[in-house]
């Protein structure tokens, strides 16, 4: 199976800041409970089983924040975004073949998404001056197709994680310091900011990406790929039941029924919920190396992956 893609996107499908009802529960993005401190040595449901142990509180982000970050929550709908609406020539291709599946793209999202570097004119300037410029590069990955669970779960690293359907890559839920990234970065209105190298990133499930399912009563539809090879999906089980962290297991993820290449079928997912740590907190399979860190249009390399091996990808 082939699926191509490359194109720009003409519209925004679903802006932050909207409570999301789901099968008869809404969620209350005024009140999201914060993620700071929830790091873990060790696979714990809640937390980031994090790669990398120690942080620095001086380390490059957000240099202020305002009355939408409280002491144990804060609230979504009142934190600033990045202004504009910027659109990009997405590329993005997904090829099964026998035991694999490649996923080759130019991490460029198929969404419109803030100006980079922020603007002094933005509001968002006064509390963070991101001086990223959205990069493109070349995106290469080699998963299993059939991805078998781990004897051990591993941790995440700080970089990618997964890549989304949209095109552009996950990053786990920390920012650089070890806090709750969507509560404490300034992000656009697709929850998605560039690193200093210019790799456009989500730290969760962003609202423009789309979640493919039928209606708000059936289980979500796939979001994305982690670097194991199982997929995400979105916020909603069977009949739409929003998921929590309370459903899942250490990794974020359980066993249940979904749609997969075209087929129902009984296995390990991932599952992304509004509430910290948003999508994996471990991997529950074996990670494979990623292809982030080859040139792009800049002629730089980002600061996260290795460079891709073998020959290019032939649509």
């Known amino acids: 199976m082939k699926i191509p893609r490359l194109f720009a996107s003409t519209a925004l499908a679903i802006l932050v800041g909207a409570t999301a009802p789901v099968s008869g529960h809404e969620v209350d993005l005024s009140q999201l409970p914060l993620g700071d401190g929830y790091i873990s040595s060790r696979p714990q449901a809640g937390s980031i089983f994090a790669c990398q142990s120690r942080f620095s509180p001086n380390a490059p982000g957000a240099h202020a924040t305002g009355s939408w970050l409280g002491s144990s929550t804060f609230d979504l709908e009142a934190k600033p975004t990045v202004d504009g609406e910027v659109y990009h020539r997405s590329e993005l291709a997904i090829e099964v073949s026998g035991s694999n599946r490649r996923i080759v ?3 460029l999202p198929d969404h419109a998404t803030g100006v980079f570097p922020i603007r002094r004119s ?3 300037y006064q509390y963070d001056r991101n001086p990223g410029t959205i990069q493109s590069y070349r ?3 080699t998963l299993p197709r059939t991805p078998e669970v781990a004897r051990q779960a591993s941790c995440l690293p700080m970089g990618a994680i997964g890549v989304m359907t949209s095109g552009a890559v996950l990053f786990n839920a920390l920012d650089a310091r070890g806090e709750d990234a969507l509560a404490h970065e300034i992000l656009d209105s697709c929850q998605g900011h560039p ?5 456009y990133h989500y730290h969760g499930k962003s609202p423009c990406v789309d979640d493919p399912a039928a209606s708000e009563l059936d289980h ?3 979001v994305g790929y982690a670097l194991d090879g199982f997929g995400i999906f979105g916020w909603r089980d069977e009949d739409g039941t929003l ?3 309370a459903d899942l297991d250490e990794c974020h993820g359980h066993v249940g ?8 079928v009984v296995m390990y997912h991932y599952h992304a919920t509004p509430e910290y740590p948003y999508t994996l907190s471990c991997f529950r399979g074996t990670p494979q190396a990623t292809a982030i860190g080859t040139p792009g249009a800049s002629g730089r390399r980002p600061r996260h992956g290795r460079p891709p091996r073998g020959r ?4």
């Open 195 to 199: 690193q200093r190298e210019g790799v």
């Open 105 to 107: 793209g130019n991490g």
């Open 243 to 245: 998921m929590t962290n």
């Open 122 to 124: 933005d509001e968002a």
């Open 220 to 222: 979500s539809g796939l």
């Open 139 to 141: 995106l290469d990955l």
């Open 312 to 315: 290019g990808f032939d649509d």
């Open 257 to 264: 029924e979904v749609e997969w290449d075209g087929e129902r």
